[in-house]
């Protein structure tokens, strides 16, 4: 979905909300753009082609290995070591390539303890080995066959799934206790479809925990089939009627997902919690974002408009709390009305929508919801996807994506800001004027002026602060900079002149010194007083 920033403020087409497939339902940017029926039919054409492929390719090994054992009945002697090691090669191409698959395909767990009899048999020799190819193509059998099909309700597995698991039992909570006696109150008014209803809950929760060391994704896709399955079998085998269903379903996910919740949300198998650090993390660099730069059409100087924005604020945090998907929806469609109520107020007429994306983008920056990001693929993964598809729940999830889309890709042109200021905002250099007291209605009072003047104050001295401490950095650059200068010029004056010290010279000889025959010489006169 790409999103579009006009000088008027931010706008998203309505038709970019919808599935891209042109089938009028909303589509979501986890599901590349399609809506959940679409991705669906786009995801299952890609598996059936790497299914046909797989299969092929298990009929080739087959029938090679048929002609290898046909070619070795013939062959003795010399001969039967060379059979012997084709034939280990193409077991353990053919472990190989199933193994591979059951990495892809969401293996049973009857297939898979298939796989480690017949890697088991491998090991030990057995004879047999067209049973081997055999063996192959009935794993991949099983592992392409829907889960529903395999787990069908026989009385067996009814009876098993009466008996809950003892590690639930244990971890169950007040919550999920009181869960499960408001769906089995629920069901009793669907009398016989109830009980089957129930069944088929239960059987789903035992196949699940059956399937944790599956990814998250695989655990969605068996949760997306499970609930059209049962919508299907609602509607046609048990004749309930279409104005019951939708409340069945949503019963019916709130049972399940209540029990599956600890296991499916946010797990630690996935991205989802560092995604979740990084969007707090830019919507926390985003605080200094004012309304006007999104063009938000809601003045929170009006004190009904102010109560609309804390309640809009409130029920997108509480949306973290809840643990069913169609509940965190529910917070989702509470935010959205009351936005829709405070552009109302200011406005005085109908708001639009939009007004209500920029807005929405302003409540999440102003409340900035713990685990976004981990909320949102839990509602994508394992909501009933007829909610996110059609009605106003899938209308306001799909503009939180947006939304969420749109703080992660915000930029200078984005809120009609120059490079410049951007970078200097994100920074924290400096941050945008508070608004004047000039401006204030007659009916404020005079402490919210005497605040906003504090707050400007407040950011004008930490400006001036900002730009001495720049000044003296510089200042003491300066001073280092003229001290290694003057120092490098001495060092070279130095070099370029060295100073010599000459060794202490001898004294001065006397001047008849070189005259041998000095000692002949008479002594010196000597001064003689006469006394006249």
């Not at 059987?203 to 919508?231: G, P, V, W």
């Not at 509470?334 to 929508?353: D, G, L």
């Not at 025959?517 to 006394?531: C, G, R, S």
Request: aromatic letters at 8%; glycine letters at 4%; charged letters at 30%.
């Amino acid at each position: 979905m790409s999103l579009k920033s006009e000088r008027r403020g931010i706008h998203v087409d309505q038709s970019e909300l919808l599935c891209k497939k042109g089938c009028g339902y909303y589509g979501n940017p986890a599901w590349q753009g399609f809506c959940s029926k679409c991705w669906r039919e786009e995801y299952h054409k890609a598996r059936q082609k790497q299914i046909q492929e797989d299969w092929e390719l298990a009929e080739r090994l087959q029938r090679e290995e048929e002609e290898a054992y046909a070619s070795s009945q013939s062959t003795q002697g010399a001969q039967s070591l060379t059979f012997s090691k084709f034939e280990e090669k193409k077991t353990n191409e053919k472990t190989r390539k199933v193994t591979t698959v059951k990495k892809f395909f969401t293996a049973s767990s009857r297939a898979g303890a298939k796989k480690v009899a017949q890697e088991k048999g491998v090991k030990q020799g057995q004879p047999g080995r067209e049973r081997n190819a055999d063996n192959i193509l009935r794993d991949l059998k099983e592992i392409f066959t829907p889960s529903w099909e395999l787990a069908s309700p026989t009385e067996a597995e009814i009876q098993e799934a009466k008996a809950p698991s003892p590690s639930i039992n244990r971890q169950a909570s007040i919550e999920t206790d009181r869960v499960s006696k408001e769906f089995i109150e629920f069901l009793k008014t669907y009398h016989k479809p109830g009980q089957d209803i129930y069944k088929q809950c239960k059987l789903f929760l035992d196949t699940m925990n059956h399937k944790r060391d599956l990814s998250i994704e695989e655990q969605s896709e068996c949760a997306q089939d499970f609930y059209q399955n049962i919508a299907e079998k609602l509607q046609t085998r048990w004749k309930v009627p279409p104005e019951k269903v939708e409340k069945a379903m949503d019963q019916i996910e709130k049972y399940i997902m209540t029990r599956q919740y600890k296991y499916v949300f946010c797990p630690e198998t996935t991205d989802d919690e560092k995604k979740d650090l990084a969007v707090q993390k830019r919507i926390r660099a985003l605080h200094w974002v004012t309304p006007q730069m999104l063009c938000v059409p809601v003045n929170e100087e009006i004190p009904e408009v102010s109560d609309m924005v804390v309640k809009a604020i409130t029920d997108i945090i509480e949306m973290d709390s809840k643990r069913v998907p169609r509940d965190k929806l529910a917070c989702i469609t509470k935010c959205s009305k009351h936005i829709f109520n405070a552009i109302k107020i200011t406005k005085n007429e109908p708001a639009s929508a939009d007004d209500f994306l920029p807005t929405l983008i302003y409540i999440v920056l102003k409340g900035n919801p713990p685990r976004l990001q981990s909320n949102i693929q839990y509602i994508t993964r394992f909501c009933n996807p007829s909610r996110l598809m059609t009605g106003e729940d899938g209308y306001y999830f799909t503009n939180l994506c947006c939304a969420v889309a749109f703080i992660e890709k915000l930029d200078a042109q984005s809120l009609n800001l120059s490079q410049e200021d951007f970078d200097r905002f994100m920074t924290g250099q400096t941050s945008p004027k508070k608004q004047e007291s000039d401006s204030f209605s007659p009916d404020v009072c005079l402490g919210v002026k005497q605040m906003y003047k504090n707050l400007d104050l407040l950011s004008q001295l930490n400006e001036r602060q900002e730009r001495i401490v720049s000044e003296a950095k510089k200042l003491e650059k300066d001073l280092i900079d003229w001290t290694e200068g003057i120092t490098k010029e001495v060092q070279d004056i130095v070099e370029k002149y060295p100073l010599e010290i000459k060794p202490k010279s001898q004294a001065l000889a006397a001047i008849d010194s070189e005259n041998v025959e000095n000692d002949k010489l008479p002594p010196p006169l000597q001064p003689q007083v006469y006394a006249g």
